[in-house]
């Protein structure tokens, strides 16, 4: 009942008034009833899409940056005056690691140097009849093996190849058995059939008292292991 009261109050003061007074007043409401809404709705949206259009600004800038900068990197590496020289390094050292895998292969079918003064008295021992006069280890000879990329003339890649050089030592051993022609050859014979071998450097036969003669062998095998043969 109070409002219906308020109501009408306002109503007959709002008919007394002057019709200038009335149009100030129905703009006055019109103007709320549009305003409001957008400060409240249609300006946070405007607001927010403004703040997505500067971050994708932000983003598009520094995307631009970081190409214009990969660019620059792309074009000093297409005029770098060591790019071939870096690459053919690159080949040296792939060749020089697959002739080492080679190479630590092929070592594999030889007599490893420790095992090999032991094997040929295993040997001996079986061979009664046979008597070792002398039985010595040499120095090792490093074996050099080089790279065949030589077109490269940069201090660069001579050190890299040095570095990379695959080196195998050459074990030699001395040994001089005496006995009898068909005693020596079988032991000889029991030498080859060995399963891993080595490589008679020098074999010489020579009669010293008929029916006994003396076999001296220089024999040898590869490693990649520098220490000396332990006798």
């Not at 709002?14 to 957008?38: D, G, T």
């Not at 008295?121 to 009849?129: H, M, P």
């Not at 039985?135 to 040095?162: M, W």
């Not at 005693?183 to 010489?204: G, S």
Request: contains cysteine.
């Amino acid at each position: 009942m109070a409002q219906v009261t308020q109501w009408k109050a306002l109503t007959r003061r709002f008919s007394q008034l002057a019709k200038r007074e009335k149009v100030i007043i129905f703009c006055a409401v019109l103007f709320l009833i549009v305003y409001l809404p957008m400060m409240y709705l249609i300006v946070p949206a405007i607001e927010q899409h403004q703040a997505l259009a500067k971050q994708t600004r932000d983003e598009l800038n520094q995307l631009s940056l970081k190409s214009n900068q990969l660019n620059t990197l792309r074009q000093r590496v297409a005029h770098d005056p060591n790019i071939a020289l870096r690459t053919e390094i690159e080949a040296l050292k792939r060749q020089q690691r697959q002739q080492s895998n080679e190479l630590a292969a092929l070592s594999q079918d030889f007599i490893p140097p420790e095992a090999m003064a032991t094997m040929l008295s295993t040997l001996l021992e079986r061979a009664n009849q046979l008597q070792l006069i002398e039985l010595k280890a040499l120095t090792p000879l490093p074996v050099q093996v080089h790279s065949n990329v030589t077109t490269a003339t940069d201090s660069d890649l001579v050190n890299a190849e040095k570095a990379s050089d695959t080196q195998l030592y050459q074990h030699r051993i001395t040994m001089k058995v005496s006995g009898q022609y068909f005693d020596l050859q079988r032991y000889l014979k029991a030498m080859d059939e060995l399963p891993r071998k080595f490589k008679v450097v020098t074999f010489n036969y020579q009669v010293t008292e008929y029916p006994v003669a003396v076999l001296s062998l220089e024999l040898a095998t590869l490693s990649t292991n520098e220490k000396i043969i332990t006798i």
